[in-house]
Structure formats: structure tokens, C-alpha cells
């Protein structure tokens, strides 16, 4: 199987200050474990896939990604129920759900 496709609901956090233009936007990736942010290991690069569109402030959105460390033993973290953030350095800027796992086309 190729790089997955994960499709995710997620939200920027106000510490976000601004919208981000997807697909261009290139945050990393976190999981939490038991509620906590998983940041013993390395945050991981994504690309998002579909359409141009916004992410705003505050308001749920939908998204498609594939992680760039694919296929990096790391990457099994990311399964259908993960809860990851969006990291951008070291600032937690947004926070998704995993909802599917699909293959890329």
C-alpha cells in the first residue's frame, strides 16, 4: 500500500491569530496519548490533499493529508480515532481527529 490518505475534523486554536490556506499551509503533526501530546517522539511533516480552501479560527473544519515520513514505522500512530495537533514550531496551533485512513489515488 502507498502513502495513506487520512481524513481528519479539525480546528485552529485562537493562539492561531489568522486563517490558513489549505493545501499550501505545512504544519506538523503531533498524537496524544492518553490525553497528553506524544512529544517524545518527533513531530511529523504533512501535506494536505483536495482542493484550495480556508481553515479559520475557531470553526471546524475537514481535511485530507498524508504524512511525509510515510512509511516511517511513526507513522502507525495515525489510525482512525487519533487525536493529533497541528504544531507550528513548537506552538500547538490547531487540533484534529483522525476519521479514516484511505488509500491516495
Known sequence: MGNPLLTAEAILLPVSQSRRL???WR???LPFTGG??????????IAFAGDAGEAEVGRPFSCSFQL???PD?????????TEFAFM????IVGK???MAVGSSA
Open 88 to 91: 507550528e514550531g513548537t506552538a
Open 68 to 70: 511525509l515520513a510515510w
Open 36 to 45: 497528553k501530546l506524544d512529544s517524545a517522539a518527533p513531530a511529523l511533516g
Open 96 to 98: 484534529g481527529k483522525v
Open 73 to 81: 514505522p511513526l507513522c502507525e500512530r495515525f489510525a482512525v480515532g
Open 27 to 29: 504544519p506538523t503533526v
Open 22 to 24: 489549505l493545501p499550501s
